[in-house]
C-alpha cells in the first residue's frame, strides 16, 4: 500500500470498534464451547480454561470501551487526546488475568486432594480442540491487525488469547496422557500448571500497558527511523538535538530542537519546519511532531543530528 492509498484515521477506528465488537462475540462463543468440554468430562483442567474464558469476554468488553474513548479527539481538557484510554484496558486485563490464575489454583487444590476419574474424555478434548482453533485463529488476527492499527487494546487481547491457546494445548495433551495413564492426579496438576501461565501472561500484559502510561521512549528501531527522516527532509537546517519521542496508543509523540542560520527569516525556518513535520506523518502517520527553533550558538555536540 502506498503512502496515497492508507485509511483514514476514521477508517481505522471504525475498523478497530468494529474488531473489538467481534472479539465479545468470539469469547462468548469459545466460553460455551469449552464450558460444554467441562461438563461433558468434569475436567478441572478443562473447567480452569473455560474460566480463562470468561476473563476473555470481559477482557473484549474492556477493549470495546477502551477502543471506543480513544477515539475521542482532542478537547480542552485532553488537549493530547484519549489515545491512552487503550492502556487502561489493557491494565485491567491484567489484573482479570491473576484473578483467574487464583480461581483456577483454587479449584486445582481441591481436586488434588480428592482426584476424579475422566468421564468421555475423547468427546471432550474434541470439543476443546474446536475452541483452541478458534480462538488461535482469532487471536493471530487481533496481534496482526492490533499491530497494523496501532491499538494496544487488540494487540493485548490478541496476546491473552494466544496464551489461552498454548495452555489449551497443553491440557489436551496432559488429558490425553492421564486417560491413557490412568494417573487422574495428573488433572489437576495440569490445572496449576495452567494458573502458572496465566499469571505469567498476566505480568507481560500489566508491564507493557504501564511501560505506554508511563511514557516510555519508542524502541531503539523507531528512534532511528525518526532520525533518518529528520536527515533526509532537514536541509536548511544546521541541526536537530534533544529528540524525544513517546508513544501513548495509535499516537506518537515526537519532540526536538532545531538549529538554524541566526540570519535565516522566520519564513525561511518556518519551510523546514513545516517539511520536516510532513515527512515524519508521511513516514510514521498518527504523529504529533512539536520542533522548538534555536539560532545556531545553541548547537549541541550530544548525538545530533547535523546537516
Known sequence: MTLNERPSESAVLSAIARTAVISIAVAFAVMAIKYLAYYVTGSVALYSDALESIVNVLTAMAALAAVSISAKPADDNHPFGHTKAEYFSAVFEGVLVVVAAILIFREAYYAFLAPRALEQPALGLAINGVATLINGG?????????????????VADGWHLATDVFTSIGVIIGLILASMTGLNVLDPILAAVVALNVLWAGYKIMKQSLSGLMDEAVDAGMEKRIRAVIQESGHGALQVHDIRARTAGRMTFIEFHMVVPGAMTVW????????????LEAALECTDVSIHLEPEHKAKAEAPVVF
Open 268 to 279: 525561511e525556518a518556518h519551510v523546514i519546519c513545516d517539511r520536516v513535520e510532513d515527512a
Open 138 to 154: 482469532w487471536a493471530a488476527y487481533l496481534v496482526n491487525r492490533g499491530r497494523s492499527w496501532r491499538s494496544p487494546a487488540l
